[in-house]
């Protein structure tokens, strides 16, 4: 899951309201419903309870989710795991504050990528985001999961076409006042956070900090290469004065 709870605010929050994003609108739909029907949720009888609903959602996280020392090792099995565990979540909190950032940071990037690029951005992204993290930790056993690494990238691409958005964020030292920040202030601040703590991070069961650096750092780099546009306005002409006629 991706650290703080934040909120665009001011002039991208009013943009954000005109928007018209169906990918991204359906990539949380498609979300929510995956992990409302899988075990993780624990809402779906299928999988039963206690040890047996463990079991499941051990299994599950396995067939779904990235298995470093699997997929590079070839298995046939591991091989569409990148794009398959993108969609599969570990828990409720993972699940909402995944989607909560898709869904204030996604609908302007979308809108100004457009459509189809934004869902290969979006994806392309994830997956080499998790592939990175595979060669980083290619002895693991440890399974995957988890939209983390392509919303890193939205993030980034988010920073590079809008580094002026106002983001309000609520931060827990500071006993969760709302405070606004540029983009340009806030998201960095958020990888800084990143590096810091897989540095920290060791290979068991967590947060996988590396895939989100790495997702961001594509994103920032894709949306400023291809995406990144400078709008040009034309002065009008300033009005004759009475009597005088327009060239």
Request: charged share 10%; net charge positive.
């Amino acid at each position: 899951m991706i650290g703080n709870w934040t909120t665009a605010a001011g002039k991208a929050a009013r943009t954000l309201r005109r928007t018209s994003a169906p990918v991204t609108y359906g990539l949380i739909a498609v979300c929510c419903l995956i992990f409302l029907l899988g075990p993780a949720a624990g809402v779906n009888p299928v999988y039963g309870h206690g040890d047996e609903l463990l079991t499941a959602q051990r299994a599950y996280f396995r067939r779904w989710g990235v298995v470093p020392a699997e997929l590079l090792q070839g298995s046939p099995r591991a091989v569409l795991t990148p794009v398959t565990a993108l969609f599969v979540h570990g828990s409720w909190v993972h699940l909402l504050g995944n989607m909560l950032f898709l869904y204030v940071f996604g609908a302007m990037t979308e809108e100004r990528m457009g459509r189809g690029r934004f869902v290969v951005f979006y994806v392309g992204c994830g997956c080499l985001a998790l592939l990175g993290y595979a060669a980083a930790h290619a002895a693991s056993e440890q399974s995957l999961v988890g939209a983390s690494g392509a919303i890193s990238a939205v993030l980034g691409a988010f920073l590079s076409l809008f580094p002026r958005a106002r983001v309000t964020s609520l931060l827990p030292f500071l006993f969760f006042v709302p405070l606004r920040f540029p983009a340009w202030v806030v998201l960095p601040f958020w990888a800084a956070l990143q590096w810091l703590a897989a540095g920290r991070a060791t290979e068991g069961p967590g947060v996988a900090y590396l895939a989100h650096l790495i997702g961001f750092g594509l994103g920032f780099l894709v949306a400023w290469a291809l995406f990144r546009r400078t709008t040009r306005v034309k002065a009008a002409p300033a009005p004759a004065p009475e009597g005088e006629n327009q060239p």
